[in-house]
């Protein structure tokens, strides 16, 4: 069953002849329960289409569909909504409030949603606690380490219980051994909590943990291997 079906996308930037054509007609289909690594070269259009997936930015022609919901017709509220219900997102540089605590940082998208808080501090501690954080809870992010600053990012990411996740990066500041502990939480969540993972990459060596890898080039698709089962 498709979560995400894109048809025929195309990204264009500027007018005239100034035009930029950063998506050529994509077409892709991602399953629910599948961890996607999108890799490819600066410019191959893999952050474009990202953000499209994100409802970050919107596509020039083409239909994005989100679980049976054309999202090319969403206004910029519903789309809004649909980030703030359905997808979660991990980025390379954290985006952790600096002087908060990981326990504060986590529940942040839940005070959006406006969940009481005896519930929004349950589900927080327990998003911790399956990234190894729980004893963790009151330091602030700039008493931890790198890892365990994009830990407590995946965890405010997965705390709203997101369909998709979407990570752009998210080994790109950390070191090896860092960057193995973050790929293994990823690869856990995504068959253990059936989390759909789309991850941007420019690392073939994490992109191992994704069970599908997808190249892009110059705008289009250049390869799309799926793990045998």
């Not at 289409?49 to 994100?54: E, V």
């Not at 930015?57 to 649909?82: H, M, T």
């Not at 219900?85 to 940082?105: C, D, K, S, V, W």
């Not at 519930?119 to 399956?130: D, V």
Request: one cysteine or more; aromatic letters at 6%.
């Amino acid at each position: 069953m498709s979560l995400i079906k894109l048809s025929n996308i195309h990204k264009r930037y500027g007018k005239g002849t100034n035009v930029f054509e950063a998506l050529k007609g994509v077409s892709l289909d991602i399953e629910a329960g599948e961890f996607v690594a999108l890799m490819g070269p600066s410019g191959s259009g893999k952050s474009t289409i990202a953000n499209i997936l994100g409802c970050l930015d919107s596509p020039s022609s083409g239909v994005y569909d989100f679980c049976g919901v054309n999202v090319s017709e969403l206004n910029i509220k519903q789309k809004a909504l649909l980030r703030r219900h359905y997808i979660g997102f991990i980025f390379q540089g954290f985006n952790l409030l600096p002087r908060t605590t990981a326990l504060e940082n986590v529940e942040l998208p839940l005070l959006y949603r406006q969940v009481p808080k005896k519930e929004r501090l349950r589900i927080s501690m327990e998003a911790l606690e399956l990234v190894g954080l729980d004893k963790w809870c009151n330091h602030s992010s700039n008493e931890l380490s790198g890892g365990q600053q994009q830990r407590v990012a995946i965890a405010r990411a997965i705390a709203s219980k997101p369909l998709f996740l979407l990570a752009d990066e998210p080994t790109g500041n950390l070191d090896t051994k860092r960057s193995v502990e973050i790929m293994e939480i990823l690869q856990n969540l995504n068959k253990d909590s059936k989390i759909t993972i789309l991850m941007v990459t420019h690392e073939s060596d994490m992109a191992k943990y994704a069970s599908r890898e997808i190249v892009f080039l110059d705008g289009k698709k250049k390869s799309d291997t799926k793990e045998d089962s």
